[in-house]
């Protein structure tokens, strides 16, 4: 499942616009998530789930499709989860994570075909978030950072937010799982908000990040791109060889050379074209 473990920018289409499918599969981003929870009202979702037989006409590479279906317990819950394990989608993003459950329910319907990504959007689904990451039922872990905001009643900003993001950052690492994905910037049109915001989170450790819109998924590229001085940095350290040396004036040692491999990796990640 290589665009959900390895992914940086993850974009949003509505159920009900399956027409926008093969346009943002023609952009940059690492997977499409068609949505049938938040973009689809009430009323809509049973015939939003059956248009969904129009993915199999569009012979899209599944790694590179997720369908987020509706939270456990709620009406559309196991109508959505059948839907998913017959259509050609190579993941499941199933929101309010709070238990496992949840999971291990998903995960008997849905099989080992499907890759399940866990969005926490919660307190207690946070309070869970290392339980779930340790589980070997998902394989990413993302963060619901609007609901979350509202479940606990603060404020959408980096600093009310930084220990949930510094939570998820830690449980993913403790479950071996690759970096999480922050939540979406509501704003699509502020460049300077959309950058500062996923610099944010990927200096906190994240990933990559959710995006609505496809001008998001260039900004979230930009963002974990190195500058070319830090890329310079890290190809110095890493052409001293393996032992520890004295580089302008600055100990390294194999935490700093870790950190210079990562800085090529995100490159490398910021580089890759769909």
Not at 109 to 124: F, K, S, W, Y
Not at 187 to 195: G, I, K, S, V, Y
Not at 205 to 221: A, M, T
């Amino acid at each position: 499942m290589t665009g959900l473990s390895t992914g940086v920018a993850f974009l949003f289409v509505p159920a009900t616009r399956l027409d926008r499918v093969p346009k943002a599969l023609l952009t940059n981003a690492a997977v499409v998530i068609v949505d049938l929870e938040d973009a689809v009202a009430p009323k809509g979702k049973a015939d939003a789930r059956e248009a969904l037989r129009q993915l199999q006409a569009m012979n899209a590479d599944p790694d590179r499709l997720m369908l987020r279906i509706n939270a456990f317990g709620t009406p559309w819950f196991e109508d959505d989860l059948a839907a998913a394990a017959a259509l050609p989608v190579g993941a499941i993003m199933l929101p309010k994570t709070e238990n496992l459950d949840a999971l291990r329910h998903v995960a008997s319907v849905a099989g080992p075909r499907l890759a399940i990504c866990a969005l926490i959007e919660t307190a207690i689904g946070l309070e869970a978030a290392t339980v779930i990451a340790q589980s070997g039922l998902v394989q990413r872990l993302a963060f619901g950072s609007l609901d979350f905001a509202a479940d606990i009643g603060c404020a959408v900003s980096d600093l009310a937010l930084i220990y949930a993001r510094s939570r998820l950052v830690l449980a993913s690492r403790l479950g071996n799982l690759a970096a999480p994905l922050d939540g979406v910037t509501a704003n699509f049109e502020d460049a300077a908000m959309n950058l500062a915001e996923a610099r944010h989170a990927l200096d906190l450790g994240f990933g990559g990040k959710l995006c609505i819109h496809p001008r998001q998924i260039e900004w979230v590229h930009c963002a974990i791109r190195p500058s070319d001085e830090v890329l310079a940095w890290a190809r110095t350290i890493l052409a001293a060889g393996e032992n520890a040396t004295a580089i302008g004036g600055s100990m390294v040692d194999a935490p700093v050379k870790k950190r210079a491999q990562q800085v090529l990796y995100r490159h490398a990640l910021s580089s890759v074209k769909r």
